[in-house]
């Protein structure tokens, strides 16, 4: 298996709603990441995970809260989002060590605040 | 700050011709330096990436050549094809420092057949 598999792909939410999104990977990664892609601009790192634990926090609002449960697993609870929030969001994983440092990314989760 | 600047925007190709995008970064920490390639609807797939002691590196069709002294490194697609119509986004990383990617900015290719 070597996907990073997001759901769901396309979410709808209103700004008093409460979800999240799952992100699953079975490559035996420890770091996972979820970047923010706005239309027509790169992906924004948001959070970086390694060995399940939270290593990078970039200034994320807290209306957006990580979670990784496991090694394989990797969630972003959303709580009174923006419209502004609108965009894919994207998760990655890759291996951590010397000499491994290639991304996979997932299709990402097409998000609209409402 | 962008710490890694990316041109041209767009791109318009002829079938067999070769794509050039270039970019260029200030942070001379940066080690790691990948390129990616995004399909509407996808996300980044990992197309070829160089760590900074190698001046040129080949896969197929797909060539970076890196000039560590200008702080400036390129993608050149060779034979250019309408599949490799997509958004090409270089990157940059300190791989000591957690791995996180900084993005230029997004060139969008079209290769017209």
């Known amino acids: 298996d070597t996907e990073v598999t997001q759901t769901p792909k396309h979410l709808v939410m209103g700004m008093t709603n409460k979800k999240s999104l799952k992100c699953e990977q079975h490559?035996?990664?420890?770091?996972m990441y979820w970047y923010k892609q706005k239309a027509k601009k790169p992906p924004e790192l948001m959070f970086v995970?390694?060995?399940?634990?939270?290593?990078i926090n970039e200034s994320v609002p807290s209306r957006f809260s990580p979670e990784c449960p496991n090694s394989s697993l990797l969630n972003l609870h959303l709580h009174a989002l923006q419209p502004e929030d609108s965009a894919l969001y994207l998760c990655?994983?890759?291996?951590?060590?010397?000499?491994?440092?290639?991304?996979?990314f997932g299709s990402g989760t097409r998000l609209t605040v409402v | 700050q962008q710490q890694v600047k990316q041109s041209p925007q767009s791109l318009i190709v002829q079938k067999g011709g070769i794509s050039i995008i270039n970019c260029a970064y200030e942070?001379?920490?940066?080690?790691?330096f990948p390129w990616y390639q995004q399909f509407p609807g996808k996300g980044p797939a990992l197309l070829i990436a160089?760590?900074?002691?190698?001046s040129e590196k080949k896969e197929g069709r797909f060539t970076i050549s890196f000039n560590k002294s200008a702080k400036q490194f390129s993608l050149h697609i060779m034979d250019s094809q309408p599949g490799d119509s997509a958004t090409y986004f270089c990157?940059?990383?300190?791989?000591?420092?957690?791995?996180?990617?900084?993005f230029g900015g997004g060139t969008r290719v079209l290769v017209k057949p």
């Open positions: 990157a940059a990383s300190i791989r000591a420092a957690g791995n996180k990617l900084t």
């Open positions: 942070n001379t920490a940066f080690d790691y």
């Open positions: 490559m035996g990664h420890r770091a």
């Open positions: 995970y390694s060995y399940e634990k939270l290593s």
């Open positions: 160089i760590r900074p002691d190698v």
């Open positions: 990655a994983s890759s291996q951590v060590g010397r000499g491994r440092y290639g991304y996979t």
